[in-house]
């Protein structure tokens, strides 16, 4: 690890222009830290360009900094190097995997386990909480300097990805680190609550609607929960909103696998799953063409509702056995 910071670090001190990308669906982590490598490169007086495919959904959108990320147009520019972070594999970097290849070196700083090894570095720690605490040690590393954006995004990303320092993977490394950036002056609770607490009127309704889908299988092991389209338009909210729906069947004593399944076209519906423990859900989802992480993974299918329903209650149980 310490062999490919250095070979990182030397980069980023020789280099001028960046680009600088993160995964398809953006989440806390990629996007914090695309913020704060991008943010401690310019401050050393670095050129720096940011792209996202998508745009940010609230509260997303509420990442100080984010107002600096191009959106939805592949950049023209050429670039001394890019750099991917919280991103697995070229796949994953959707419409900028060719400006990726092309734009080379390219760095990858990752901590997801079924990273591929895709760039020509790849910082990549499973160990680690989350890309944030990587991108921590890069900048500690290079001796580039931290303000308080910097560290409100490296914090946020932390938090986002240990659950609120809840998950396994809060080590005393992870805390030690969320520790140094308080230091700055950050306000956990405004962090959190700007980036998670947004709750609209509509949301709570659809919540509502929600709960009542509720359903357990196999002795309560199985947990479930729907979204429908119809339930998105009686609510009057956004489909992404439903995006931590998978909690509330997770949140029930006894319960090992939680299903979230959504609505996503007329006879189309996404299941996302957790694991609360024993199973591994990635194998669940396997078996149903998806894949993921042990304790958080995912598939989509088409048919009609209460069959797939069934398909999944069924296949579910030899993993309780
Ligand atoms: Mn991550």
């Known amino acids: 690890m310490e062999s490919d910071i250095d070979e990182i670090v030397e980069i980023l001190q020789?280099?001028?222009?960046?680009?600088i990308l993160t995964h398809k669906y953006p989440?806390?982590?990629?996007?914090?830290?695309?913020?704060?490598?991008g943010n401690s490169l310019k401050n050393e007086g670095k050129k720096v360009t940011f792209f996202l495919e998508d745009k940010p959904e609230p509260p997303l959108t509420n990442?100080?900094?984010?107002?600096?990320?191009?959106?939805?147009?592949?950049?023209?520019?050429?670039?001394?190097?890019?750099?991917?972070?919280?991103?697995?594999?070229?796949?994953?970097?959707?419409?900028?995997?060719?400006?990726?290849?092309?734009?080379?070196?390219?760095?990858?700083?990752?901590?997801?386990?079924?990273?591929?090894h895709f760039a020509d570095i790849n910082l990549v720690v499973p160990d680690a909480s989350s890309t944030g605490e990587l991108v921590y040690k890069v900048i500690e590393k290079a001796g580039f300097s931290i303000d308080p954006i910097i560290a409100e995004n490296l914090f946020a990303a932390i938090q986002a990805d240990t659950g609120c320092f809840r998950y396994e993977n809060t080590t005393p490394e992870s805390l030690n680190i969320a520790a140094e950036l308080l230091r700055y002056g950050i306000n956990p609770w405004e962090i959190y609550r700007n980036l998670n607490e947004q709750y609209t009127l509509p949301l709570l309704k659809l919540i509502e609607l929600a709960l009542e889908t509720i359903e357990v299988h196999h002795d309560g092991k199985l947990g479930m929960i729907s979204v429908t389209q119809d339930m998105i338009k009686t609510a009057g909210t956004e489909p992404g909103d439903s995006e931590k729906f998978v909690n509330y069947p997770?949140?029930?004593?006894?319960?090992?696998?939680?299903?979230?399944?959504?609505?996503?076209?007329?006879?189309?519906?996404?299941?996302?799953l957790r694991s609360n423990g024993k199973v591994n859900v990635a194998k669940l989802a396997n078996h149903f063409g998806g894949g993921g992480h042990a304790k958080a993974a995912g598939f989509e299918c088409e048919g009609e509702l209460s069959v797939l329903k069934e398909k999944f209650i069924k296949e579910a149980e030899v993993f309780f056995k």
């Open 250 to 272: 997770r949140f029930i004593k006894g319960v090992e696998i939680a299903a979230f399944i959504r609505q996503t076209g007329e006879a189309r519906y996404k299941f996302s």
């Open 14 to 19: 020789r280099k001028e222009h960046f680009l």
């Open 63 to 116: 990442v100080k900094g984010i107002d600096q990320i191009l959106i939805g147009e592949i950049p023209e520019n050429s670039f001394d190097a890019t750099i991917a972070l919280d991103c697995s594999d070229l796949n994953r970097l959707g419409k900028a995997k060719e400006i990726a290849i092309s734009n080379r070196p390219l760095i990858c700083i990752d901590h997801h386990e079924t990273n591929d």
């Open 27 to 37: 989440d806390l982590d990629g996007i914090g830290s695309m913020i704060a490598l």
